[in-house]
């Protein structure tokens, strides 16, 4: 009896290797939207030490301070664009992801149905063989 061998097992391999890949970078860019979301926890926590302090001083202090706030807030929309970056890359990593992870299953589906028609054709014939067998035997006893 010949063994079972898929005939896309080379193709399956590589679309397994593909999805790992896939979820790989998909657990890459999930941490890097973290790291991005921590920077910007933090770049707006340090805005509130930046504010200016009420009263008067010296035109040069207030413009030090409003520089220095001016610079918070530059760096507070930096990192709001590299978190919408960081979540825009996660949903691409996911869809990538996915994609790669559904043409595994397909191959899979695809394996498992070829499987079943093998272990029945195969079964079917070792049925026919074993009805030759008796046919046979039973024919050689009768004469």
Do not use: C
């Not at 290797?17 to 790291?35: G, Y």
């Not at 930046?50 to 010296?58: E, N, V």
């Not at 079964?123 to 063989?129: E, I």
Request: charged letters at 30%; proline letters at 1%.
């Amino acid at each position: 009896m010949k063994k079972y061998l898929f005939g896309l097992g080379g193709v399956k391999r590589v679309r397994e290797i593909v999805e790992e890949q896939s979820r790989a970078a998909l657990v890459e860019a999930q941490a890097e939207m973290e790291d991005a979301t921590r920077l910007l926890d933090a770049r707006l926590a340090s805005i509130g030490a930046a504010r200016a302090l009420p009263g008067l001083r010296a035109s040069h202090d207030f413009l030090a301070e409003r520089d220095q706030i001016d610079r918070h807030l530059m760096a507070v929309t930096a990192a709001r664009v590299a978190e919408a970056n960081a979540r825009l890359n996660v949903s691409l990593a996911r869809e990538a992801w996915v994609t790669a992870a559904q043409e595994v299953r397909i191959l899979e589906r695809l394996d498992d149905r070829r499987h079943e028609a093998w272990v029945l054709e195969t079964t079917r014939q070792a049925q026919l063989v074993t009805d030759e067998i008796a046919v046979t035997h039973g024919a050689g006893r009768q004469t």
